[in-house]
Antibody, heavy 116, light 110 residues
Framework: EVQVVESGGGLVQPGGSLRLSCVAS????????MSWVRQAPGKGLEWVANIKQDGSEKYYVDSVKGRFTISRDSAKNSLYLQMNSLRLEDTAVYYC?????????WGQGTLVTVSS | QSALTQPASMSGSPGQSITISCSGTNSDIGSYNYVSWYQQYPGKAPKLMIY???KRPSGVSNRFSGSKSGNTASLTISGLQAEDEADYYCCSYAGSSSWVFGGGTKLTVL
């Protein structure tokens, strides 16, 4: 069974850092693009970043460029999102998603709250 | 990267059909046939309902269908059922390996 499970969310002050993790099972992440998608409380979905199968290409939404870094560890079948210089507007549930021509498998999400 | 435009809310009675629109631009919907739709219940993860404009994943009811014309995509739900009450999001490939979502439509089954 295909599954992705996120962890690492929590409460952080503005300007702080947090690292999200996502462990995949039932498939090998090195054969798929992987994405992070977020959803602010009561708001819609927003694509945040993605990474190519071999990690050679990474793309970000403009609002997180220079602050967030997506990475993967094939040996651990895991995806990561390093978030630095966090802002109030980064508060959201962050989903780890398997990506193809569409996003077919989503984790349950991990909540990141940026607040003083 | 501007969000795709969806109606904020729609409603319908059981048995009726409804169509949710998703308006984009020549840079996203108008240029690619990589439009997908997601259903989301409160507190739950989104679920893929339609991909590649009009294809249904295995297990999704054939009451759900998708289409596209120009810069606008649509999701039609026929024979509305109470369980269809949820939020629906469209998504399109936007080039340069990026994606854009719609703002979401809250569907109420009266």
């Amino acid at each position: 069974e295909v599954q992705v499970v996120e962890s690492g969310g929590g409460l952080v002050q503005p300007g702080g850092s947090l690292r999200l993790s996502c462990v995949a099972s039932g498939f090998t992440i090195s054969t798929y693009w992987m994405s992070w998608v977020r959803q602010a409380p009561g708001k819609g979905l927003e694509w945040v970043a993605n990474i190519k199968q071999d990690g050679s290409e990474k793309y970000y939404v403009d609002s997180v460029k220079g602050r967030f870094t997506i990475s993967r560890d094939s040996a651990k079948n895991s995806l990561y999102l390093q978030m630095n210089s966090l802002r109030l507007e980064d508060t959201a549930v962050y989903y780890c998603v398997r990506e193809g021509r569409y996003m077919d498998y989503w984790g349950q999400g991990t909540l990141v709250t940026v607040s003083s | 990267q501007s969000a795709l435009t969806q109606p904020a809310s729609m409603s319908g009675s059981p048995g009726q059909s409804i169509t949710i629109s998703c308006s984009g631009t020549n840079s996203d919907i108008g240029s690619y046939n990589y439009v997908s739709w997601y259903q989301q219940y409160p507190g739950k993860a989104p679920k893929l309902m339609i991909y590649d404009v009009n294809k249904r994943p295995s297990g999704v009811s054939n009451r759900f269908s998708g289409s596209k014309s120009g810069n606008t995509a649509s999701l039609t739900i026929s024979g509305l059922q109470a369980e269809d009450e949820a939020d629906y999001y469209c998504c399109s490939y936007a080039g340069s390996s990026s994606w854009v979502f719609g703002g979401g439509t809250k569907l109420t089954v009266l």
